[in-house]
């Protein structure tokens, strides 16, 4: 049976944190695909560079009762300092660029304090973040997040500081879960004007907000980037009380993910996906503009401006709602080019919002278009070109988006 774990280094990575990422306990048969488990999950920490695991014997069997062995782990330490980059581009949030840096183990064991910022066409933001990974058990994650933003958008401008803190159990390329889960903590202070008819901004309003953010999810797909069957339903519950000129409101904001994927020929993936969003408890003019739900961009609604579709002012600036729906199907088409890494994906994305908690479908909004996949080892390279197919007077004729992984 299995003994104790050791640790060559208790002050980087202890036994018994070692303990809590083995998928056994002191007393469990032996088997080696555990032992082996182990490892993999010590490499996937990101903070070690080489393990190695030996088993001896602790006590040996007596009669027909087994003895018990011991795992002694000896690591050595990875790089643990990481910089890192991106860039997208989409119509209507312009140029984003990301960057970060990263020490992944400042304090032992597995927790990582992680700088970062934002510089966009739409948005800026700075912030710092501490993350200790398998926190009181494996793949459990526990993250407090303190960051200020600004936004600036057609139909508002926020300036925002967000205090966030977050427990979750989450899937990893290591170990796909058919079940995920969250619940935070958010506390934020933001100061918002909206535009009016005429598209100039009115006085700044302040709005102090407190969540209780929650999500579950109910994956069988069997990818976590690039998914070829199966399918993922999810949900994200946040009740939140806000308050603003002394008036204080409450409601939740809810919402539900359902996607599907299937094969149907060897270069041939459908993909289809559905979400509901509403905002029951409080008028519109009570919830801060940057917690409205809006549709239209990259993962939303193709061919669209980012958060473009929904009620507007009479001046065609969007004012956010308190529903939404939104439809999408694809088609991942992979093709002989590069040795089948490119994929061609025709698309078909449909959505509304509406300003009461259910939509009204007046105005539904398509869009449709093509886009090319280049797929990498660590995930599909996307760009999508979308179409307006019932075009607005503000819509403009085309729309383009570039990131990293599906769309959905």
Do not use: C
């Not at 140029?95 to 970060?100: D, I, P, R, V």
């Not at 535009?195 to 069997?222: C, L």
């Not at 000129?245 to 809810?254: A, I, K, M």
Request: proline fraction near 6%; glycine fraction near 12%; charge should be negative.
């Amino acid at each position: 049976r299995f003994g104790h774990i050791t640790s060559n280094m208790p002050d980087f990575m202890s036994g018994e944190h070692l303990q809590r990422i083995a998928r056994f306990e002191p007393g469990d048969l032996y088997q080696r695909s555990l032992e082996l488990d182990l490892r993999q999950a010590i490499q996937a920490t990101g903070i070690v560079g080489s393990t190695t695991l030996t088993v001896t014997e602790a006590t040996p069997p007596v009669g027909e009762e087994p003895g018990t062995v011991d795992v002694a782990v000896e690591m050595t330490p990875a790089r643990l300092r990481t910089l890192a980059g991106r860039a997208g581009y989409g119509t209507g949030e312009g140029f984003k660029l990301e960057g970060s840096w990263e020490h992944r183990n400042l304090f032992p064991p597995e927790g990582a304090l992680r700088v970062r910022a934002i510089a966009g066409t739409r948005e800026q933001l700075a912030g710092v973040t501490f993350r200790r990974n398998n926190f009181r058990g494996r793949d459990q994650v526990l993250t407090i997040d303190a960051f200020a933003s600004t936004l600036d958008y057609e139909a508002y401008d926020a300036q925002t500081a967000s205090l966030v803190a977050t427990f979750e159990r989450v899937s990893t390329l290591l170990f796909q879960k058919p079940f995920s889960w969250s619940i935070g903590l958010e506390a934020v202070a933001t100061g918002e004007r909206e535009a009016d008819a005429e598209g100039n901004f009115g006085p700044r309003q302040t709005y102090f907000i407190g969540a209780i953010p929650g999500y579950a999810q109910w994956d069988t797909s069997d990818d976590l980037l690039n998914p070829t069957r199966g399918f993922r339903l999810g949900t994200r519950m946040s009740p939140e009380i806000s308050v603003t000129n002394g008036e204080q409101h409450v409601y939740l904001r809810g919402q539900l993910d359902a996607s599907y994927y299937l094969r149907t020929s060897e270069r041939m993936v459908l993909a289809a996906r559905a979400r509901f969003a509403s905002i029951p408890g409080a008028p519109l003019s009570a919830i801060a503009p940057s917690r409205r739900l809006y549709a239209g961009g990259a993962n939303s609604v193709r061919g669209y401006g980012y958060r473009a579709i929904g009620p507007q002012t009479s001046g065609g600036d969007p004012t956010g709602g308190r529903s939404l729906a939104e439809v999408s199907v694809e088609a991942r088409i992979q093709t002989g080019f590069l040795d089948g890494a490119i994929q061609v994906v025709p698309f078909i994305d449909a959505g509304t919002v509406g300003s009461e908690t259910t939509p009204d479908f007046d105005e539904i909004k398509i869009g449709a278009g093509v886009g090319v996949r280049y797929l990498t080892g660590f995930g599909p390279l996307r760009v999508d070109v979308g179409v307006p197919l019932n075009r607005g007077p503000n819509d403009g004729p085309v729309a383009v988006y570039i990131g990293l992984g599906q769309a959905f």
